[in-house]
C-alpha cells in the first residue's frame, strides 16, 4: 500500500487514484496519519476484499509527510561505510545514534530556508515504525516496521562541529530540514526492501542537474532489522516513529574544496519504489 497526507488527512492509493481512509472504510479506519500508521496490518486485510469507492482528486504535489507529528525521530550517524571514511571518521561498531526534532518535519515538495551558506544534504531511506516495539530481536524487527519513505538530513554543517565535540541534534532541526514522503510505502511493494537504490540530485542554477548521491541501501553498516532491534533494546518504539537510518557517501562536507547548497537550488531524493522528493532550497 501507499499511504499520503492530504491536507493533514490520510490518503491511500489504489490502482491510479487515492482515498480518504477515513471515508473509503465508513469510519473503521482513522485519517489522522500517525493513528492510522499503527493500523495498516488490518487495513491492508480490510482493503482485500473491500471495495472503494469515492476516489479523491489529489495533487501528489501538495502531499505532507506522511507522518506530521512522531512522538520519536531516530537519526544514525556514519551508517555507510564510504559515507564514513569521506568525513574522515571510524567505521563505528555501534549504531551512532541521535535525534531529530519533531517541527524539523516536512513534506516532499517544501521549500527549505537555508539558515547560513554551509548546509548540507543527506539522502536518508527513513524507516517508520507500525507497533509498539520493545527488546525485538533482529529476526522480527520488520514486523514492527510500517513501511519506508524518502528522507533528506539537512545538515547545517559549522554549527553541527561548533561546540567541543560534533553536536548532531541541533544541526539538523531547523524547520524543513527533515523533509519526507511523497507517500509511505509498505514492505510488500517492494521487491527486495533490503536492497534499494538511494539518490541526491542537486539541480542547480539554469537547470544544471548533478548526481550527487548515488547507492544502495544494502550498503549500510546496520541493516534495518539491527537498528530496530538496538534501538528497540533501549527504547520503547511506538507507531509513528521514525528512523533516519544514514547517508550515503556524496556529501558536499567531503568534497575538496566542501560544496554546500544555495539559495535557488532544488535537492531531489530518490529511493527505489519510494518515489521520488524535490525540495527548493532559498
Ligand atoms: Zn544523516
New binding site residues.
Partial sequence: MRIANHHGRAVLQHGDSWYDVEAVTGGQYSSDPRTLVGQLDQLAEWKETAELNGAHAVDIERFGPPVPDPVQIF???LNYRAHAEETGSEIPDYPVVFTKFQTSIAGSTDEVKLPADTVDW?A?LVVVIGKEAHQVEPADALSYVAGYMNGQ?F?ERRLQNRGAKPQ?SLA?SYPGFSPVGPYLVTLDELDDPNDLAITTTLVKDGGETELAQNSRTSDLIFDVPTLVSELSKVVKLVPGDLI?T??PSGVGLGRTPKMFLQPGWRVQTEIEGLGRMDNPVQ
Wanted: glycine share 16%.
Fill in positions: 537519526a544514525i550517524g543527506e536518508e538530513d545538515s548532531f539538523k533516519f544514514g547517508t
